[in-house]
C-alpha cells in the first residue's frame, strides 16, 4: 500500500513568553513517527494537551515543524504546500469554520471558489454535499441562524467540498447528536470506501476502535502504542482500559 | 482568470460582512460628517478659499482611507474569531489574493464615506463642488483607490505577525493622514518629515487630486507625479510580494497566527 502521509521524528516545539525577558520552549510534539496508507482511516489518541491538533496542523501546511519529517502524498508540508492544498481538507470540531452571516450554500459557493472548483461542477457539487450532511432544506438560511450541530455539518460540507484524497479530523463529532455523529461515521465509511483516507482524532474511544483501521496514542507529544485496534487493546477488554494504562490512569 | 474570481468572490464576501457590522457603518455615515464639520471649522479662518480640495477632499479621504484600514486589519482577526482563516489560509489559492479581494471589498464600501463628506459639505456648508479638470480628477482619485488598496494589503501583511492589530493600526492610520497630506499640504511639515512622505505613493495621489480640482497649471508637472506615482506604487507591490513570502513562512514557523 502507498505511504499517502509518512512522519518521522516529528518535532514541534511552541515559544511562550513569560514576562517581558524570560521565554518558555513548550515541546508540543516530540519525535513522533508515524504512516498512514492510501484509504486507511487513521486515529489519533491522547490526552488533552498530548499534542494531536499541533500533529494535525503541521499535516494540513498551518504550521511548520520545528525538526523532522511531515510528509503528505509524498510532498513536504512545509515548502511544498502548494501541491498538498488541493487534495486534502480538514474538519474541526466545534461551532467555527462557516461564515454565519452568508447561507449554508454561500458558504459552500465560497468554499469552492477557494479550490478553484469549476464553476458548471460546483452547484451539482454543493446540491450533493448538502443532501449528504442532510442540510438541504436549510440551503438558504444564513449560519448565524442554524444550530452548534447544523454549524458542525456545515464545517463537514465545506471539508469534504474539494472531494479531497485525504481528510484531517481533529475531533469531528464534538457537539454532533447521536444522529448526526451517526451520520458522521457514515461519511467517514463511505470515504473509505471510495478510497479516501482519513486521520481523525477524538477522545470518544468507542468510536475509533469502530472506525480505525490503525491508530497511535499519544502522551505528552510522543508516541506511546501504535498498531490496529486488537494490538493497542492487549490483554485488556476494552479499548478504554488499555488507554488508561497507557496514558497513566487508574485502570479500575 | 481563477485568480480574478478568487478576488471577486473574496470581495463580494467581505461587502457583505463588513456591511453588516455596527463599527463599519458608523466609520462610513458618521465619521465624515465629524471630520467634514471640524475641517470646515479649521479652514475658515485660514485664508484657503478653495474649500473642495480641502475641505471635502481631506474630510473625504480621511473617511476613506481610516474605513480600509480599520476594517482590512481588524478583518484578520474576525477570521481567527470565526474559524475560517485556517481555511483561507490553507486554501489552494495564494492567501494573498484573497486578502487583496478583501481589501477591495471594504475599499468600495468606503467610497461612500467619500460621498457623505460631499453631501455633508453642500447641504451644511454649501461649498461649491468646483473641479477644475474633472477627467483628469477622476484618472486621479481611481489612482487614489488604488495606491489604498496597495498600502492597506501591505498592512494587512504585516498585522498577520500579530493579534494586537487594533493597537497597530491606530499607530498607522493617523501618521499617513498626516504624511501623505490629506488635510494640510505636505509642504507645511517639517523638513525630515517631508522626506518620508515622498516614499509613500498616497503623497503623489493626493497632489494629483488638488492639482486636478483647482485646475492644472503645468501639465508636465501632473505627468511627473503621475510618472513617480507609477513608479513608487510598482515598487510598493514588488515589497508587498516579498514581505508576504516571508511573512507566510514565519507566521507557520512561530505558529503566530494563530489559526485554531
Ligand atoms: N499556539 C500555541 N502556543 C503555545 N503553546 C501551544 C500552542 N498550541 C498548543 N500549545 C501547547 O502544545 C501542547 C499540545 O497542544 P495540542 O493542542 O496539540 O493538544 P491536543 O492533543 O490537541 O489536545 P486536546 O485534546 O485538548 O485538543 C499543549 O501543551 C499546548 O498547551
Ligand atoms: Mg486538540
Known sequence: ?252 | MKKIVVIYESMLVQMRQSFVRPMFKFCLFFNPIISTILLYEMYINSGETNYFAYVVLGSGLMGLWGCICFSSAGDINRERHSGTLAIIYTAPVSFREIVVGKIMGNTILSIFSFVMSLLVAKILFHIEIDIKNPFYFLFSFVATIVVFVIIATIVAFLLMLSRKTELYMNCIEVPLIMLSGFVFPVDLLPKPLQLFSRLIPSTYAVELLRITACGIEDINNFWNKVVLLTGISLLYVLGARLLYRIIDKRVRIKGNLNVV
Open chain 1, 1 to 252: 500500500m502507498d505511504k499517502i502521509i509518512e512522519v518521522r521524528n516529528l518535532r514541534r516545539e511552541y515559544i511562550r513568553k513569560k514576562g517581558i525577558r524570560n521565554k518558555e520552549t513548550i515541546v508540543a510534539v516530540d519525535g513522533i513517527s508515524f504512516e498512514v496508507g492510501r484509504g486507511e482511516i487513521f486515529g489519533l489518541l491522547g490526552q488533552n494537551g498530548a499534542g494531536k491538533t499541533t500533529t494535525i496542523k503541521m499535516l494540513t501546511t498551518l504550521l511548520a515543524p520545528t525538526a523532522g519529517e511531515c510528509k503528505v502524498l509524498g510532498f513536504d508540508c512545509f515548502g511544498e504546500e502548494e501541491k498538498i492544498r488541493n487534495k486534502i481538507n480538514f474538519i474541526f470540531g466545534g461551532e467555527t469554520g462557516v461564515y454565519r452571516r452568508l447561507t449554508a450554500r454561500e458558504n459552500l459557493r465560497y468554499f469552492s471558489n477557494l479550490y478553484m472548483l469549476n464553476s458548471s461542477k460546483q452547484k451539482e457539487r454543493i446540491d450533493e454535499i448538502l443532501e449528504l450532511v442532510d442540510l438541504k432544506n436549510r440551503a438558504d438560511d444564513l449560519a448565524e441562524t442554524f444550530s452548534k450541530g447544523m454549524i458542525q455539518r456545515l464545517q463537514i460540507a465545506r471539508g469534504l467540498i474539494n472531494d479531497p484524497e485525504i481528510i484531517f479530523m481533529d475531533e469531528p463529532t464534538v457537539g454532533l447528536d447521536p444522529v448526526g455523529a451517526r451520520m458522521l461515521r457514515n461519511i467517514i465509511i463511505k470515504l473509505k470506501e471510495q478510497g479516501k483516507t482519513v486521520l481523525l482524532t477524538t477522545h470518544y474511544l468507542q468510536e475509533a476502535e469502530e472506525l480505525c483501521d490503525k491508530m497511535v496514542i499519544m502522551k505528552d507529544g510522543r508516541i506511546v502504542k501504535s498498531g490496529v485496534p486488537s494490538e493497542i487493546k492487549g490483554g485488556y477488554v476494552t479499548l478504554e482500559d488499555a488507554y488508561i494504562d497507557l496514558v497513566g490512569g487508574q485502570v479500575s
